[in-house]
């Protein structure tokens, strides 16, 4: 079942002279289930890419569509409702809300949309994750890793149909890095979660399913990892 | 829908305000204030039922909706993104019906895949039950020249080897599969642990007149499972002495770095045909030159049993010359590959 189709797309910054290309007519499609990473020099439009993808910057040309949602048909309002539903988005420095403790960044996704968390939901994933005895602390408090951790768990709480991550062991020793490469590849191959994981490190990219490399702003490589 | 209780009750209050609210205006400024007091708070009434009707029709078409999807009907997308207990009901109930959808291809698969596995399984053990019916016969003739019975002996024995071969491998596989087959790490000399996984496949390279080299320096222990580490060598040595000619080569190399311990068997026979290569280690599967006697689960095996300790095993062909390589990868320590 095809989650994403990527269509001719293409992202320019800046006019005339100055402008430049980050992402050059890529097109791609990712299967339901699939665990993707992405690689590429600095400066390759991989996060470019990564943006497009979780309907957090427009496309000069080109569409995305996730499960067949056309994300820039849609006006902002949906958009942004559409993203905090179907899309996940984990990044290097977290982005994790300063004021708010764990408990209200995981489940933040669920409280714009005027839900009540589910108990039993919240207890297994904060297990899963190692926070059970973190949920009223400060994201200051907690370590990278742990952080880290949040993040991914306020990406998952809504349960989206695709979770981008961008560089998210970047700024992680190695053993948080291997602990939160885990975490995802567990998810992905507990709940069949799809996954799409921009990444510098070839010891992350050989844990997916398959391999796409990026330079220039195009596709260059796209390879199964495991058959 | 006037049979709704919960529409036909806030319908019949709304009549009844809309009369008192005539009845109070009336006796608070006379006819005139009366009627227009029934007439806003019809107006108010008529809206509220209006916004209601098509809310309850929304609810019917999604049930509508749900009912065609159990009667195995077509998956629509019927979410929308907008704000509202609406919106959220039709996302959830998107999300659950593909997840079902999805589990029930994945049962069908499964079930597909469990019929292929039954039919191997009863191929694989149904064709030396065939042979060793017909040297048991022949073995009850009391006539049977002597020598003819030790050579029919001999083979029946070979057969119902091969027959416990398999089966123990199966198991193996199967306690792979559930879960519960308990690695036991302890520090392995590999070495000692290669000339071990040697050993049983010792007596049929000799009768095919091959050579085995082992060439294994010493080096640091490995932290690993020693008995199904040895296993999978054992299963990748086997299949390196069924895919080298008589009186062919097959060769044991150990090579360790501070990451990882790596152990290749290489052979001198043809190598891997193109098309085997994607399917090697898919269970059952035979390649274009596999042996007569061979299930196809050795390999699937040996990957297993190394994936089970963080490991991996890669075949390839040989670079200098024909034949194939096998590459079993063991971390040195937890998540170095």
Redesign the interface.
């Known amino acids: 079942?095809e989650l994403l189709r990527v269509e001719h797309l293409t992202r320019r910054y800046g006019q005339g002279a100055a402008q430049v290309t980050a992402l050059d007519d890529v097109s791609f499609s990712v299967e339901?289930g699939e665990f993707v990473a992405i690689m590429g020099p600095s400066g390759s439009g991989k996060s470019t890419l990564l943006h497009l993808l979780g309907g957090v910057d427009r496309p000069t040309a080109g569409r995305v569509l996730v499960?067949?949602?056309d994300l820039y048909a849609?006006d902002e309002?949906?958009?942004a409702?559409?993203r905090r539903?179907q899309i996940g988005l984990v990044y290097q420095f977290y982005n994790l809300i300063p004021v708010l403790n764990v408990r209200e960044n995981l489940t933040l996704p669920l409280l714009l949309?005027?839900?009540r968390v589910d108990r039993s939901l919240l207890d297994r994933l904060t297990d899963t994750l190692g926070l059970a005895d973190r949920l009223n602390h400060l994201p200051d408090q907690l370590s990278g890793g742990q952080q880290q951790r949040v993040s991914i768990g306020r990406a998952l709480i809504a349960?989206p149909a695709l979770m981008l991550a961008d560089e998210p062991t970047g700024n992680l020793d190695s053993r948080n890095s291997?602990e939160i490469m885990a975490l995802l590849r567990r998810f992905h191959e507990e709940k069949?979660q799809t996954l799409l994981v921009i990444t510098h490190d070839e010891r992350i990219a050989r844990q997916a399913d398959r391999l796409i490399t990026i330079e220039d702003g195009r596709i260059t490589r796209d390879e199964a990892v495991r058959? | 829908m006037l049979r709704n209780k919960e529409l036909t009750g806030p319908l019949a209050a709304t009549l009844a305000l809309t009369a008192a609210a005539g009845c109070v205006c009336g006796a608070l400024g006379g006819l005139a204030a009366g009627l227009a007091g029934a007439v806003f708070a019809a107006l108010v009434g008529v809206v509220w039922l209006a916004v209601t009707a098509r809310r309850y029709a929304r609810l019917r078409q999604l049930g509508e909706y749900l009912a065609s999807v159990y009667a195995g009907g077509e998956l629509l997308?019927i979410?929308?993104?907008?704000?509202g207990e609406l919106?959220?009901l039709k996302?959830d109930l998107h999300?659950i019906t593909v997840t079902l959808r999805?589990q029930s291809e994945q049962l069908a698969h499964d079930k597909q895949f469990l019929q292929g596995l039954l039919g191997s399984v009863s191929h694989q053990l149904r064709t030396p039950l065939t042979g060793m019916l017909v040297m048991a016969d022949l073995l009850a003739r009391p006539d049977l020249p002597n020598e003819k019975r030790a050579e029919f002996t001999g083979q029946l024995t070979a057969q119902l080897e091969r027959m416990q071969w398999l089966l123990e491998r199966l198991l193996t596989l199967s306690r792979l599969d559930a879960g519960c087959l308990v690695m036991d790490p302890a520090p392995v000399n590999l070495p000692a642990l290669l000339r071990q996984a040697a050993a049983p496949v010792r007596v049929a390279l000799e009768l095919r007149g091959q050579t085995l080299e082992l060439d294994c320096p010493e080096g640091p222990p490995w932290q690993g499972d020693e008995k199904w580490t040895a296993e999978a060598v054992t299963n990748l040595i086997k299949n390196a002495s069924e895919h080298a000619p008589e009186g062919g080569r097959v060769t044991v190399r150990l090579r360790q770095d501070a990451l990882a311990a790596r152990i290749t068997v290489e052979d001198n026979g043809p190598g891997i045909p193109a098309q085997d290569m994607?399917h090697l280690?898919e269970r059952f599967y035979r390649g274009s030159n596999a042996a007569p006697g061979s299930a196809g689960i050795g390999l699937a095996l040996a990957r297993e049993l190394a994936r089970a300790q963080g490991g991996e095993v890669t075949a390839e062909n040989r670079a200098d010359g024909p034949g194939a390589r096998f590459t079993l990868r063991l971390p040195m320590r937890p998540?170095a590959l």
Do not use: Y
């Not at chain 2, 979410?79 to 704000?83: A, H, I, L, P, T």
């Open positions: 079942m339901k499960q067949g949602t849609m309002t949906a958009l409702i559409f539903r949309d005027g839900r349960s291997a069949g058959p | 997308d979410r929308d993104n907008r704000e919106s959220l996302n999300k999805q994607p280690f998540g």
